[in-house]
């Protein structure tokens, strides 16, 4: 509680919790999984996208503020490392933030959240392109 009795909010409590998170990010892998566009952002992921909608809702819950236990189950792993071995384009970068922009708007977050959200993607897709770019140089 902050002196003035009220309690800092969080992205993650703005956002609704976990399951607004879940929610959200289970509309990301639908776009991802059943629209063209994103065809060559799907290619890169396994069959299965299961075990990756557990993963990233763990990591965007902690990651927004809310509990981490991700972050405590995958101690020194970073999203950029993480992604590393991916051929990350600019291409599939700009499909990857496109689907959360959409997942953000679809899932009815509010739209200063969303403008933050997306601006935070757009670094990390950018900087996984240029990561993927160097090693390929």
Same mark, same amino acid.
């Given at each position: ?37 994103? /065809? ?7 069959? @299965? &996208? +299961? ?6 809702? !763990?990591?965007?819950? #902690? ?39 959409? /997942? ?7 739209? @200063? &959240? +969303? ?6 993607? !757009?670094?990390?897709? #950018? ?11």
């Amino acid at each position: 509680m902050s002196e003035s009795g009220t309690s800092a909010t969080t992205p993650y409590d703005s956002l609704g919790g976990e399951s607004a998170v879940r929610r959200f990010v289970d509309r990301f892998y639908d776009l991802m999984e059943n629209e063209a566009e994103y /065809a060559a952002l799907r290619a890169m992921h396994a069959p @299965d &996208l +299961a075990p990756m909608r557990r993963s990233l809702t !763990g990591f965007l819950t #902690g990651w927004l503020g809310g509990p981490r236990h991700w972050f405590e189950e995958n101690v020194g792993v970073c999203v950029m490392s993480a992604h590393a071995v991916l051929p990350i384009s600019a291409e599939t970068s700009q499909q990857w933030t496109d689907a959360m922009a959409r /997942a953000l708007a679809e899932s009815d977050v509010d739209a @200063d &959240l +969303a403008t933050r959200m997306n601006d935070a993607f !757009g670094k990390m897709a #950018g900087g996984m392109a240029r990561m993927a770019a160097n090693r390929n140089n």
